[in-house]
């Protein structure tokens, strides 16, 4: 496993630098780590307009406003982008968020099992 400590750095094809995870690191998890810290960073002004924008209170004009600055925000910024990810192998399919890991069906988690019916 490639174990690095958090550090910013630069990628290409990010717009920011990104921290980067101490976990497994591949692609796909890079890309899902930059995209929580977009949202976390933007959380706050996008509820704000989001309140705006629903609160019937106000004038048409500045609800309007606070829509179009909505969605003039960039994808990454969404929450609706991250995904759970295993921390031991960056899969992003099957994932116990309990444990944040995708090893529990296979019985590799001592006392730990999947619902089924």
Known sequence: MNKLQ?????????????????????????????????????????RALKFIARNTALPPRARLEAQVQLTSMPNYTRFTQVRDRCVDSGRGKGILSDFRLCRARKGLLTGVTKGQW
């Open 6 to 46: 958090p550090t910013l750095k630069q990628l290409k094809r990010f717009p920011k630098p990104v921290a980067l995870p101490s976990t497994y690191l591949n692609a796909r998890v890079i890309k899902d780590h930059f995209k929580r810290q977009m949202f976390a960073e933007n959380e706050v002004t996008t």
